[in-house]
């Protein structure tokens, strides 16, 4: 299957995936491979938006917790979104794909300050936008904030790229009887509490009904397959 089933779609990359092995940092080499796949998804017309975790610097409140102010290290946690989209979107280029980050927190010499309008016509143009600083509120994990972005932008759908293949019956790292689904609601999601997805953005994806699919990076082909519509990971809708 060559064409891609989707004409918008927001990607959202975890921030450790990002540092690869370590998990820690940046590997180019990931973003390099991640960077190729979305090439390939712009050449088929599909407009791409972009949100990056931070966990790769730092991890908000988990880090921060009992040692600071929670909207600090939130906010801590925002700018390693802005650095971890200044990367992504300077090795898209390199790639020869058109990007602009645009953050939620102004900072005008270092990105585009966010704009519904512009961030529209930066698609619309084939531009790849990457949303920086989460959703430029603390409290908010940046799950909400590409859950947000996808309904803002009208996204057919929400690709969460993760470090796990999908949606589990149970923690597979720890239970080996876990079983990976196929497709789930997020109803089911609330109602049994599940950490796939934060609550926050798991209510707003499906009051916009918005499908997601949650899926490995590795390798980041899978962003492609993806977007062509092949089975891989878990649908959640």
């Known amino acids: 299957?060559?064409?891609?089933?989707?004409?918008?779609?927001?990607?959202?990359?975890?921030?450790?995936?990002?540092?690869?092995?370590?998990?820690?940092?940046?590997?180019?080499?990931?973003?390099?491979?991640?960077?190729?796949?979305?090439?390939?998804?712009?050449?088929m017309g599909v407009q791409v938006g972009i949100v990056t975790g931070g966990g790769n610097y730092w991890r908000g409140a988990k880090d921060g917790g009992g040692k600071m102010e929670r909207s600090r290290a939130d906010q801590m946690g925002m700018l390693a979104t802005v650095m971890n989209s200044l990367a992504l979107g300077e090795v898209l280029e390199q790639q020869g794909v058109s990007a602009r980050v645009m953050s939620m927190l102004d900072m005008p010499r270092v990105a585009e300050s966010y704009s519904y309008g512009r961030a529209m016509r930066h698609l619309e143009k084939g531009r790849v936008v990457l949303f920086a600083a989460g959703s430029?509120?603390?409290?908010?994990s940046t799950d909400s904030a590409a859950a947000l972005k996808a309904a803002e932008i009208g996204a057919d759908a929400l690709l969460m790229a993760k470090n796990i293949d999908g949606v589990y019956t149970a923690d597979p790292k720890t239970d080996p009887g876990a079983v990976r689904l196929d497709r789930i609601g997020y109803g089911e999601i609330l109602a049994k509490d599940l950490k796939v997805i934060d609550a926050a953005a798991t209510s707003l994806l499906r009051d916009n009904a918005i499908p997601t699919m949650i899926f490995a990076l590795d390798p980041p082909e899978n962003i492609v397959r993806v977007?062509?519509?092949?089975?891989?990971g878990t649908v959640v809708d």
């Open 1 to 43: 299957m060559d064409r891609p089933v989707y004409r918008r779609v927001l990607l959202k990359i975890s921030g450790e995936a990002l540092g690869g092995e370590a998990g820690r940092g940046l590997d180019f080499g990931v973003m390099r491979a991640v960077a190729d796949a979305v090439k390939t998804c712009v050449e």
């Open 136 to 140: 430029g509120n603390p409290y908010f």
């Open 227 to 232: 977007v062509r519509g092949e089975k891989i």
